[in-house]
């Protein structure tokens, strides 16, 4: 049972304009959620995160936005810049436990 | 501060063998992950450690694996005997905890497993 999903495997940008990852939750008792960003062969680092008593949190380039109420959350990346491609995972807590959705490969072209 | 450091880099090894990962986390950090990535399974969390102390091990696959932390600098994770379907990027990772849990986890680059 997936309690995070991230259903877009891939996606791919133009340099310049916004990429939106998604992702979808199922665990009403997260009250923590976060992006990491995964180069190929490192380990996962923190992006940004949210708590759930919010709807939006800024980071320069980095926005996350929550909806509670559907349980989805995203990461808006703009201006997407050829560095951003990676793969974003979306976690979520209750606690000290991370659950990890799968994943997504987001490609920035020049 | 060097980050989470994690040893060897990469491991192949003979089916049967005895396997040892080896974990230094953050100093200061108490509390340490040990996860798994798989294509097939995504990144998925293996064991916790709070203050030395396993909390859950819940997501270790099977007797065949052992965790252990003897001090607040350094962890194993031990296969034996290993199998190919053990192969995989076993990653580490380090957290402070605070009062309502151990929420940014910081992340060692992994050790790429190969179980032939």
């Known amino acids: 049972d997936q309690q995070v999903k991230q259903n877009s495997p891939s996606l791919s940008v133009q340099e310049g304009r916004i990429s939106i990852l998604n992702c979808d939750y199922t665990n009403s008792m997260f009250d923590y959620f976060l992006w990491y960003k995964k180069y190929p062969a490192e380990g996962p680092t923190f992006l940004i995160s949210?708590?759930?008593?919010?709807d939006k949190n800024e980071d320069g380039r980095f926005t996350v936005f929550l909806n509670k109420s559907a349980k989805h959350l995203s990461l808006h990346i703009v201006p997407s810049q050829p560095g951003d491609s990676a793969v974003y995972f979306c976690?979520?807590?209750?606690?000290?436990?991370?659950?990890f959705g799968g994943g997504t490969r987001l490609m920035v072209k020049p | 501060d060097a980050g989470v450091i994690q040893s060897p880099r990469h491991e192949v090894t003979e089916m049967g063998q005895e396997v040892t990962l080896r974990c230094k986390p953050i100093?200061?950090?108490?509390?340490l992950f040990w996860y798994r990535q798989t294509m097939m399974r995504g990144l998925e969390l293996l064991i916790y450690f709070n203050n030395n102390v396993p909390i859950d091990d819940s997501g270790m696959p099977e007797d065949r694996f052992s965790a252990k932390m003897p001090n607040a600098s350094f962890s194993t994770l031990k296969i034996q005997p290993s199998e190919p379907r053990d192969s995989a990027v076993y990653f580490c990772a380090s957290s402070r905890i605070f009062d309502r849990g151990a929420y940014e986890q910081y992340f060692g680059p992994g050790t790429r497993l190969t179980v032939t």
């Open positions: 100093s200061g950090h108490n509390s």
């Open positions: 949210i708590s759930s008593i919010k």
């Open positions: 976690a979520a807590t209750a606690g000290n436990m991370l659950t």
